[in-house]
């Protein structure tokens, strides 16, 4: 059993795991674990001894959903470690043609990186090809029409030469392209003062939390919605800090989650009723990845993410792995005719450790040695 401390200490930092980490606003959610769904054929002792982040290998519906002639915008990606990611590939997988909308100051380092191929081992897909990205489209999700950006930002010069970020603006560029699409995944979320407890928050940080990890969501499905196919789907990413305490998990950003899963119950009605969409979002668990694998590193000790998903491995009901294709697969699920009554909910996908009321590898939970 570990001290109580280094619970608290790893629920301080995993907050950082399942947000940006940059301040700016609407920066890609990278903490959030690598998606590598290569067609193998994987031993039972292969798949018990693979790494953290690895994948489970391939996908289990991707086979059975033929999403060919479906056009799908993730907003939100920036390199392969993310959910959106994960996403991306399994709708790939199942035949859909994939576009993205990537943070402006990251956007030449992920183009790069493409040309480069560094991304190429976590494109594979179960046919042994490489997922195609079809268009990049430059968006900054917190401005929803030009008039919105301020002059900082304009002369800004981590976005000289790029205009048309604005999510107004991409979503005519989309239509402009591609005429009528059928999924938008919405795969984002800042808090400049997520560090900070929400008593110590200040107004422009819980407002700015709001704006980037919950209203964009509203202003995507506003501005995408008239050029949703009917039988669509919108979908999004929730974590559980939405309706349970995790410490650390500050600077409104608890209170932005719970937004955007009272948004999806809302939208859902409204979206569902004007143009035949359905509005999910996914909750998801913790899972290792680069870049949360960085943080908190101390000498001989494991990293916090780590202590935070041997945390969830030893309360959860299933005493599992959780993998990014896990989260893949069921917004391949949702965006599917499979779901096609379903709308409205918050799916976990976490092993079932939002239903447990009671840490079982608590401290106080150690029986007292008997005489």
Same mark, same amino acid.
């Given at each position: ?12 930092? %995993? ?90 100051? #990251? ?91 929400? %008593? ?28 949703m196919n009917s039988g669509g789907a919108f979908l999004? %990413? ?121 840490? %079982?590898?608590?401290?106080?939970? #150690? ?5």
């Amino acid at each position: 059993f570990f001290p109580v401390t280094m619970y608290i200490r790893s629920a301080l930092l %995993l907050v950082s795991a399942l947000v940006s980490t940059s301040v700016d606003a609407f920066a890609p959610s990278l903490g959030i674990g690598r998606s590598t769904f290569a067609a193998r054929t994987q031993s039972s002792t292969v798949a018990q001894n693979a790494p953290r982040s690895a994948s489970r290998g391939t996908p289990l519906m991707a086979a059975q959903i033929d999403l060919k002639g479906k056009t799908a915008f993730i907003a939100g990606v920036a390199d392969s470690t993310g959910y959106g990611w994960a996403i991306a590939k399994a709708l790939a997988d199942a035949g859909a043609t994939i576009i993205i909308g990537t943070w402006p100051p #990251v956007l030449k380092i992920f183009q790069m990186g493409l040309r480069k191929g560094q991304f190429d081992e976590d494109s594979i897909l179960s046919d042994g090809s490489k997922m195609v990205i079809d268009k990049i489209y430059p968006l900054d999700a917190v401005f929803d029409t030009i008039d919105d950006v301020p002059e900082e930002i304009l002369t800004n010069k981590r976005y000289a030469g790029l205009d048309g970020y604005t999510i107004s603006e991409v979503a005519k560029a989309v239509e402009a392209d591609y005429g009528k699409i059928d999924f938008v995944v919405h795969s984002l979320a800042n808090g400049p003062e997520v560090t900070k407890p929400l %008593l110590e928050t200040s107004r422009k940080g819980y407002l700015a939390a709001s704006s980037a990890s919950a209203y964009s969501a509203v202003s995507l499905l506003q501005k995408f919605g008239p050029i949703m196919n009917s039988g669509g789907a919108f979908l999004s %990413l929730t974590y559980v800090a939405s309706e349970k305490v995790i410490p650390g998990y500050g600077g409104g950003m608890s209170s932005a989650k719970a937004q955007l899963e009272s948004d999806t119950r809302v939208l859902a009605f409204e979206a569902g009723r004007k143009y035949s969409v359905r509005v999910n979002t996914i909750s998801a668990g913790p899972l290792k990845s680069r870049a949360a694998s960085a943080i908190g590193k101390e000498p001989g000790q494991k990293t916090f993410i780590e202590y935070a998903i041997d945390y969830s491995k030893a309360n959860s009901p299933l005493a599992q792995d959780l993998y990014s294709d896990d989260v893949g697969s069921t917004g391949l699920f949702l965006c599917s005719p499979m779901s096609r009554a379903i709308t409205g909910l918050t799916l976990y996908v976490d092993n079932g450790l939002n239903c447990m009321g009671m840490a %079982l590898d608590s401290i106080s939970m #150690v029986k007292e040695p008997t005489e």
